[in-house]
């Protein structure tokens, strides 16, 4: 997989190179439509960066999405109102909980182990 992405931003680099020497070629023997092209493009990768999202924005947004599904599955971040905490047991006598104890969500399914006898 590393190989295709390297072959294919490889590919649009060379690609973008070839292009930019096709320009100048074409730039040199049409200065006046070379240099309105230039004048006008050197706005557009301003703009374009200008246009997108701010990474605290993006950020934010995550956050919030996260904190609307954890509301919808029922779990809440701890110190929040309403938050239910994990109780550690006072001594060793208490029993652990078992694999069989955990909440079924609809997302996770049970292994059943098989023991092998390699006796």
Known sequence: ????????????FCAGL?????????????PFAGTLLIVLAVPVPYVALRAMPRAHELRR?????????????????AG??????????????????RASDAVHDGL???LHHRRTDFG
């Open 1 to 12: 997989m590393p190989v295709v992405a390297l072959a294919l931003i490889g590919s649009v």
């Open 18 to 30: 070839l292009l930019f020497v096709r320009f100048a070629h074409w730039a040199g023997a049409h």
């Open 61 to 77: 947004a995550a956050h919030a999405g996260m904190a609307q599904a954890d509301r919808e599955v029922g779990v809440y971040p």
């Open 80 to 97: 929040a109102s309403g938050a239910v905490r994990a109780v550690e047991p006072d001594d060793a006598s208490t029993p652990s909980p």
């Open 108 to 110: 996770t399914v049970e």
